[in-house]
């Protein structure tokens, strides 16, 4: 069964700490994604990678970065970790092909920021 | 820029009712168009998809149309299910790159 895994489902950090993210996909897939979910503002993209050790902003990277030194690992980091970045964080591969293809994603981080 | 706007929720229903959560879409191009769906506690993973017009994606009971006339690709299902209780998510892909730019979300509760 293909599958994306998240290190950790439920994390407390207090403010100022650095905090690691990580995801593994077994698909073999070239493109991985991290997001985060918050109420009523749907899904918005951070960062995604398209091949090992490259990187594009998404929409919000502003006090993110991540980082892929392996094809099968994406791993978001935040630098100095704030309570506006309390959040449900989603990491995705991308199969089937640019973007006509499924999203999969693993099934969440929940990070509280005190 | 590419946007999706899709019902605000919470939806409830009783079990066996009719279900349309609507969705429509701003790109430029010729986007795919999916459905994704959450269940309590678990990632999202893919319903249904639609890559050009007049296409029809179906999966579990439920279906959307892709309608280029209308932008708009709106799932229904003709007898829900308290299984089917869920958040839903509208999303678009292809028109450029790797991103996929989703909706809000709807929530979908069905009683018993």
């Known amino acids: 069964d293909v599958k994306v895994t998240q290190s950790s489902r439920y994390l407390v950090k207090r403010t100022g700490e650095k905090v690691f993210l990580e995801c593994v996909q077994d698909?073999?897939?070239?493109?991985m994604f991290w997001y985060r979910q918050d109420p009523g503002l749907g899904l918005r993209l951070i960062y995604f990678?398209?091949?090992?050790?490259?990187?594009e902003k998404g929409d919000i990277p502003e006090g993110y970065s991540v980082s892929r030194e392996k094809k099968e690992r994406f791993s978001l980091i935040l630098e100095s970790a704030s309570t506006n970045q309390t959040s449900m964080y989603l990491c995705?591969?991308?199969?089937?092909?640019?973007?006509?293809?499924?999203?999969?994603f693993g099934e969440g981080s929940r990070l509280t920021v005190l | 820029g590419d946007s999706v706007t899709q019902m605000e929720g919470p939806v409830t229903l009783s079990e066996e009712a009719f279900l349309t959560i609507n969705c429509t879409y701003t790109?430029?191009?010729?986007?795919?168009l999916f459905w994704y769906v959450q269940y309590p506690g678990e990632g999202l993973q893919l319903l249904l998809k639609?890559?050009?017009?007049?296409d029809k994606g179906s999966n579990k009971g439920f279906e959307a149309t892709y309608r280029k006339e209308t932008t708009s690709f709106h799932l229904e299902k003709g007898s829900v299910q308290v299984s089917d209780s869920a958040v839903y998510f509208c999303?678009?892909?292809?028109?450029?790159?790797?991103?996929?730019?989703f909706g809000a979300g709807t929530r979908l509760f069905v009683k018993a």
């Open positions: 999303a678009l892909g292809g028109t450029g790159g790797f991103k996929t730019i």
């Open positions: 995705a591969s991308l199969g089937g092909g640019e973007n006509t293809g499924e999203l999969f």
């Open positions: 639609a890559t050009k017009a007049d």
């Open positions: 698909m073999d897939h070239e493109n």
């Open positions: 790109a430029t191009g010729y986007p795919s």
């Open positions: 990678s398209y091949d090992v050790k490259m990187k």
